[in-house]
């Protein structure tokens, strides 16, 4: 918790800012088809972008809206998502948060999310565990993919993404318990910490959908690949687990 302490009333202050907010934005924007982004993921991103430079100086920041920011070299980097789940805010579904993960080097070290309608403040830090609002975070038990509850999602840019998921969709759809899409890949990945989904996948994913809500599963006992299985992915195709369906998953997405 050291390293994150500091920002637990801050991703708390930004999500009740949010919460003022949400399903009435006033200006919204288009990224690219379907990709929106508003003045609340920039204030947002203000904000903790402000916080982590008055506590951390040197450090460096990628976040998604302002981008790379540097910091000294060897420093520790701040990756930030201001809203994940943007499209489900702008129009008042309540389900987003906001995502913060801690990089050294090449390892993410911490994970923090916050989810504000719910009041849900997930955390986790290399080796410490993971945590829901102070209670310690496990995996589910689930034993095999047909008894499985799996989330995914689509790309936003649909541009960038040769995979548009569709035909892995298709493949898991009859092998699994039930899938879902709930537009919040942060907050999927805290639902596989919990337990309440067996396991996530998506393809062509951006570090910062990635990384908080990895070092959380791992800490809780899961598994995070690419889908060919390798383990320390952050980003690209990502499939998450309680670790036990693991393997068939990956069997699966491979052939998709
Ligand atoms: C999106 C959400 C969505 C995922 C997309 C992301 P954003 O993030 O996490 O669930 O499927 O790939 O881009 O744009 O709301 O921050
Ligand atoms: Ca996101
Ligand atoms: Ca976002």
């Known amino acids: 918790m050291a390293m994150l302490e500091f920002l637990i009333p801050v991703v708390r202050e930004v999500g009740k800012f949010l919460l003022q907010r949400l399903g009435n934005v006033q200006s919204i924007q288009l990224k690219g088809h379907a990709n929106l982004v508003t003045e609340m993921d920039r204030r947002s991103e203000e904000h903790l972008i402000r916080a982590i430079r008055a506590r951390y100086p040197n450090h460096a920041i990628l976040s998604e809206e302002a981008g790379a920011l540097a910091g000294g070299s060897g420093q520790p980097e701040w990756i930030l998502d201001p809203i994940d789940g943007t499209t489900n805010y702008v129009h008042g579904l309540p389900y987003f948060c906001v995502a913060v993960a801690l990089r050294h080097g090449l390892q993410v070290q911490a994970g923090l999310i916050y989810h504000p309608y719910i009041d849900e403040l997930y955390w986790a830090e290399r080796g410490r565990g993971a945590f829901l609002n102070g209670r310690p975070l496990r995996v589910s038990a689930t034993p095999r993919l047909e008894d499985a509850l799996l989330a995914t999602g689509f790309p936003s840019d649909l541009s960038r993404a040769p995979d548009t998921n569709v035909e892995?969709?298709?493949?898991?759809?009859?092998?699994?318990?039930?899938?879902?899409?709930?537009?919040?890949?942060?907050?999927?990945?805290?639902?596989?910490?919990?337990?309440?989904?067996?396991?996530?996948?998506?393809?062509?994913?951006?570090?910062?959908?990635?990384?908080?809500?990895?070092?959380?599963?791992?800490?809780?006992?899961?598994?995070?690949?690419?889908?060919?299985?390798?383990?320390?992915?952050?980003?690209g195709n990502i499939a998450a687990s309680n670790g036990k369906i693991h393997a068939a998953l990956v069997n699966l997405l491979q052939r998709g």
């Open 168 to 235: 892995h969709f298709l493949a898991l759809m009859p092998k699994t318990r039930a899938l879902r899409r709930l537009g919040s890949a942060c907050l999927d990945l805290c639902n596989v910490a919990a337990g309440r989904l067996d396991g996530f996948w998506q393809p062509t994913m951006l570090i910062w959908d990635v990384a908080p809500g990895a070092i959380i599963i791992e800490e809780a006992g899961g598994e995070v690949t690419d889908f060919a299985g390798k383990a320390g992915a952050y980003e």
